[in-house]
């Protein structure tokens, strides 16, 4: 396969508070998400202010400095470290010949890579289509420098010069296709529900190890490489725990600081599969400097999902790269862990059930050898700890644990003691 040509670029970060590692570890990710969009960071410009310029982001000594850099390394692109106003990108577009983007547009850009599914490449084009709407105005200019690389990959040249009425009604067009496929989502969802299937989902900042850890538990094949935003697809497979009870799990989309609103929108359908979970795997890799801030922005997105009342467990990842600087919290539901310990997998698995357990019941029954199906039932729908045949009354003594709300509960209240 024909490598693609690495697009250089200078980033460009404004400093307004006084967090100077907040700011330093925000450069490094947008550094990472260039290398993750296929970019080749040439240098990195910073500048402390008050508050950025309300018409250039950047004061006007930098705007020279960004220009002379330009002569000398002659980059394809500027990233800059925060959401461009459309105004910003127009002014700045007039100064620097190369194409002006910002992290937003970065990240959509990443976006339009990964999705593999129709319903995420619907979502990533809706995402940027509404991105670029209020950006179209007076853009011709900026408009013929379009290539194929970083920030422009999606809708399309030729989509973007078409006026803003054709762009309203493909907006409103791929909401349409989307509600179809929120809606067979939703179907889905009930089925599993109606199957009383118990449900886990492994959330988490992006290239935490949510899908390597994922792949271990389920031998799925879920895409896993050291990247920002691997996984954009949530997939769910099943996963067996030591008892030989099956769950469903999902991998889904990482989170990130600063996500785009439009973008948190334009997934919401995606990580609606974390509210149907009955257990979150809250995934951190201790390995990172900014660890804390990880499980910060996460633990926010969860509230604005609504779903921080569901059980978590945290899985601390990466234990063999564990971060100088890293301190593990004190909270009982959480686990140091390595995505390529065996034993750790293991471990994992079984506070899976216990979690299970606790949303179940325990039964003791006697079923008569008549009672196959029920049986067969009850090794594959239950938590069955053991199984005695007594020959004298030619009944199978059965003891274990059962989802309350399961509907074998009414077939075997006969059958109990």
């Known amino acids: 396969m024909e490598q693609a040509i690495r697009e250089t670029a200078v ?28 970019g080749e960071v040439l240098m990195t410009i910073t500048q402390k202010r008050e ?18 850099l330009e002569a000398e390394l002659e980059p394809d692109l500027f990233i800059f470290n925060d959401e461009l106003s459309p105004s910003q990108i127009r002014n700045l577009s007039k100064f620097l010949e190369a194409r002006v983007i910002d992290r937003t547009q970065l990240i959509l850009d990443i976006f339009a890579q990964r999705a593999r599914s129709r319903e995420g490449k619907l ?35 030729t989509k973007l010069e078409s006026d803003r009425r054709h762009i309203r009604g493909k907006i409103d067009e791929i909401k349409q296709q989307l509600s179809g496929i929120v809606k067979h989502r939703e179907r889905y969802r009930e089925r599993r529900k109606r199957n009383k299937a118990f449900q886990v989902a492994l959330v988490g900042y992006t290239n935490a190890g949510k899908s390597t850890l994922f792949n271990r538990l389920t031998e799925a094949d879920s895409f896993e490489e050291n990247l920002l935003f691997a996984t954009l697809d949530p997939m769910t497979r099943k996963a067996i725990l030591p008892s030989g009870f099956t769950v469903l799990m999902t991998d889904t989309v990482g989170f990130i600081q600063d996500l785009p609103t439009s973008l948190i929108a334009a997934f919401r359908s995606t990580l609606e599969e974390v509210k149907e979970a009955d257990l979150l795997l809250h995934v951190v890799d201790s390995s990172s400097s900014d660890y804390f801030n990880h499980e910060k922005t996460v633990h926010n997105l969860l509230n604005d999902l609504d779903v921080s009342s569901i059980p978590q467990l945290t899985l601390y990842n990466k234990k063999d790269r564990v971060h100088v600087d890293f301190l593990r919290s004190s909270s009982n539901d959480s686990l140091l862990i390595s995505a390529y310990d065996q034993k750790d997998l293991e471990t994992i698995m079984e506070e899976i059930e216990k979690y299970v357990i606790e949303k179940m019941i325990p039964y003791n029954v006697f079923l008569p050898s008549s009672e196959g199906k029920l049986l067969s039932q009850l090794k594959n729908e239950t938590i069955l700890r053991t199984l005695s045949f007594n020959e004298e009354s030619e009944r199978y003594e059965c003891k274990g644990f059962c989802l309350a709300d399961h509907s074998i509960i009414g077939q075997l209240e006969k059958y109990s003691l």
Not at 51 to 68: A, D, F, M
Not at 130 to 147: E, I, K, V
């Open 11 to 38: 980033l460009i970060g404004c400093q307004t508070t006084e967090d100077e590692e907040h700011f330093r570890y925000s450069l490094d990710e947008l550094a990472s998400l260039a290398k993750t969009a296929n």
């Open 51 to 68: 508050r950025v310029h309300p018409s250039t982001y950047i004061g006007k000594g930098k705007i020279e400095e960004l220009q002379n």
């Open 123 to 157: 979502q990533v084009e809706l995402a940027q289509l509404q991105y670029l709407m209020p950006r179209l105005a007076g853009q011709g200019t900026a408009m013929s420098r379009l290539g194929g690389g970083i920030g422009t990959r999606g809708p399309g040249e």
